[in-house]
């Protein structure tokens, strides 16, 4: 039975955690830059989460390979690093998740490398604003369609592709637990969030079409025109007063 509601220490857990997702991406968007391969940003992926006293969660999770999710370009979500040099305009989504003590967080960005197209720009600043409509949405009290239609309202005034075919998520001893939070939904619907719920709110938009395939690797999923792709994600926790991320740098952000 997944656990909804998290105790205090599974909390400590999960902000420890996110402390070290936060400094990892960081990292790694430091590190990011042309001629660097995705299998040298998962190795310092990997090493960094363990200098700081966590585990990579995405390691070996339904078998994937490495320790960061690289999605470059057309590349939506759980791209695996690879040997081709990252190149002056490639958008990369970096996905990551940390595990302390059994608890895990999620979280992801994309990133351009260098100077990108400012339609590839457009296309992640409408990723973040979904994110934000959505997180000021999630309180005590609020059901998951009112968070879901904000997020979906936002990435279709911007006229993108709407992903269906992934959502969001609860997470805590498991990476990917109930509820399933799709970016669309009906205000008035669905799950009733209750403070220490915590779950992962993750708009994933394209500049074409919304029909995503999955790449010969057998993990990569890329959208079925090559349009751009843009994925971007927080573990937050739900409050009586509203919601605190747990995976940014800024350590008990709120709003
Ligand atoms: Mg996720």
Not at 75 to 96: K, Y
Not at 102 to 120: L, M, R, S, Y
Not at 124 to 138: C, E, I, L, P, Y
Not at 227 to 251: N, P, Y
């Amino acid at each position: 039975m997944t656990e909804l509601i998290k105790s205090t220490a599974a909390l400590a857990a999960m902000r420890r955690a996110g402390q070290i997702l936060a400094k990892t991406q960081a990292t790694l968007i430091s590190a990011l830059k042309p001629g660097v391969t995705g299998t040298e940003l998962d190795r310092l992926a990997e090493k960094t989460i363990a200098s700081l006293g966590g585990q990579p969660s995405f390691k070996g999770f339904e078998g994937f390979p490495a320790s960061v999710c690289l999605s470059v370009n057309d590349g939506l979500v759980h791209g695996i690093p690879n040997d081709r040099p990252f190149r002056e305009g490639d958008l990369v989504g970096i996905d990551l998740g940390v595990c302390i003590d059994g608890w895990h967080v999620d979280a992801a960005t994309t990133v351009g490398v260098g100077t990108i197209d400012p339609a590839d720009q457009a296309l992640v600043d409408t990723a973040w604003a979904a994110f934000r409509v959505g997180f000021a949405k999630a309180r005590d009290g609020v059901h998951l369609g009112d968070v879901q239609h904000a997020i979906q309202t936002v990435i279709e005034a911007g006229g993108y592709g709407l992903v269906r075919n992934l959502s969001g998520h609860g997470i805590g001893q498991t990476l990917h637990e109930e509820p399933s939070i799709p970016n669309f939904g009906t205000p008035g619907q669905g799950l009733v969030l209750h403070t220490g719920m915590t779950i992962c709110l993750e708009p994933m938009l394209t500049r074409g079409s919304a029909e995503i395939v999955t790449d010969a690797d057998g993990w990569t999923i890329v959208t079925a025109d090559g349009s751009r792709a843009a994925h971007v994600e927080h573990t937050i926790l739900v409050t009586d007063t509203g919601a605190e991320i747990l995976t940014d740098s800024d350590r008990g952000h709120t709003r």
